[in-house]
């Protein structure tokens, strides 16, 4: 297909965009007006389960048995879109408009075998691109691939989206759209400040660490592919007006597409982590090494780090790991406590990351300096920090996020 001569689109529908009869025959709507805006465009859709729809079948599996295996759970997830693209492919029809809905085996998304979590190896674009030169709608499933044995595999929460730009990359699309309950990506949570900013564009980078540091309106693996092939990205409403090219929301973008570079674009945080400290550590590599191996063997991830000398050649080492990661990161090191020679290990729950965001911290000293000034003013104490080159994170007692999210968002976005 000449994506030059037939530009394709690619239109992603989310859970609370589907979450209903009627919420899919204005979806149905939306895709017809987006047409009728832009005859010569051709569209694909891709959409998630109804709203509620994968925790329902997760309970029930739960339900069922104590541990279920990851293969039938991908079976067993994956039926949620199936419902969804049926619908609207129903509804388009007899709108009358062409559509087709379809599932990963019949798109050929391509996935390991990482069941529950699996990664995009490949897609054959020719099903869909024969299917728009005919003049119909393509209704892709999100959420799911296929193995090479030929199983169900899905890709994590959130999956929808990594189908959607996945799709956009391999079709060579002009844009994708990211339909969701929210207007666009904000400055910071609306939820926790009142003075949060839609943003109109944010780089593929900002909105890459934005949305791995707590902001949920894209999934990060979503974002990664949008940067890798440079596809333009929007996240737009739903529910709000109606369908066009020139609609607004939130462009991601290439950063040399950026016409400014704030210092800062958001202010973000998360409460899904937990800290594991190792008390009184022998200060020396072999221990460290020791201890990040035994982690790095179960596949724990380590996001932040700190060291406090707590004596003579001692040492409290604290990481912090994903929540849902706790209890296997508690056994591992409570394992080889002994080896290590150190005096046990504790964990704690109620802590928050909240981090400040931008590329055009690359370009300017005096984050840090400012950002624990304005702590300090609020009386926030910091347990741990962790930077990078357009990010800084730190980690405060859950009680203070919100304050700390206000007081980050007032000093540096207003």
């Not at 079976?75 to 949620?80: D, H, N, Y």
């Not at 004596?311 to 209890?327: A, I, K």
Request: proline share 4%; charged share 20%.
């Amino acid at each position: 297909m000449n994506t030059s001569e037939s530009p394709v689109v690619v239109m992603k529908f989310g859970g609370t965009s589907v979450g209903d009869i009627s919420r899919i025959k204005r979806v149905a709507d939306l895709v017809a007006a987006f047409r009728q805006s832009d005859p010569g465009v051709r569209i694909v859709v891709v959409l998630s389960a109804m709203a509620g729809e994968t925790n329902r079948l997760v309970r029930l599996a739960k339900e069922c048995v104590d541990r279920p295996q990851p293969r039938e759970m991908d079976v067993l997830l994956a039926t949620g879109e199936q419902v969804t693209i049926a619908l609207l492919a129903m509804r388009l029809c007899e709108m009358g408009i062409s559509a087709k809905s379809l599932l990963a085996p019949q798109v050929r998304i391509s996935t390991d075998a990482r069941h529950t979590n699996a990664q995009i190896e490949s897609i054959d674009s020719r099903v869909i691109e024969d299917i728009v030169a005919a003049g119909a709608i393509p209704i892709v499933a999100g959420f799911q691939g296929i193995s090479e044995e030929g199983d169900i595999t899905t890709l994590g929460r959130g999956g929808s989206d990594i189908t959607a730009v996945a799709l956009a990359a391999a079709l060579r699309a002009r844009t994708c759209y990211i339909y969701t309950d929210v207007p666009g990506v904000f400055s910071t949570d609306p939820r926790l400040d009142p003075n949060a900013r839609l943003l109109e564009r944010v780089s593929h980078e900002e909105m890459l660490e934005m949305a791995s540091l707590g902001a949920k309106v894209l999934h990060p693996r979503s974002v990664y592919f949008a940067m890798r092939y440079a596809v333009p990205l929007v996240v737009l409403s739903t529910f709000a007006g109606a369908c066009s090219p020139g609609i607004n929301g939130t462009w991601i973008v290439r950063e040399e597409e950026l016409m400014e570079k704030p210092l800062v674009t958001g202010v973000t945080h998360r409460f899904d982590e937990a800290q594991l400290t190792v008390e009184g550590m022998p200060d020396d590599i072999e221990s460290m090494s020791k201890l990040f191996d035994a982690l790095a063997e179960r596949d724990v991830y380590i996001d932040m780090i700190s060291q406090e000398g707590v004596g003579s050649h001692l040492v409290n080492v604290s990481v912090t790991v994903p929540d849902e990661q706790s209890g296997l990161a508690l056994e591992t090191i409570r394992g080889i406590v002994p080896t290590l020679k150190a005096n046990g290990v504790t964990v704690e729950r109620d802590i928050a990351k909240v981090s400040v965001v931008g590329v055009g911290m690359r370009y300017h000293t005096g984050v840090a300096a400012r950002a624990f000034r304005c702590l300090a003013r609020e009386g926030i104490s910091v347990q741990m920090v962790n930077t990078s080159e357009i990010k800084m994170s730190v980690l405060v007692t859950r009680k203070y996020c919100e304050a700390a999210v206000r007081a980050l968002h007032a000093e540096f976005i207003g």
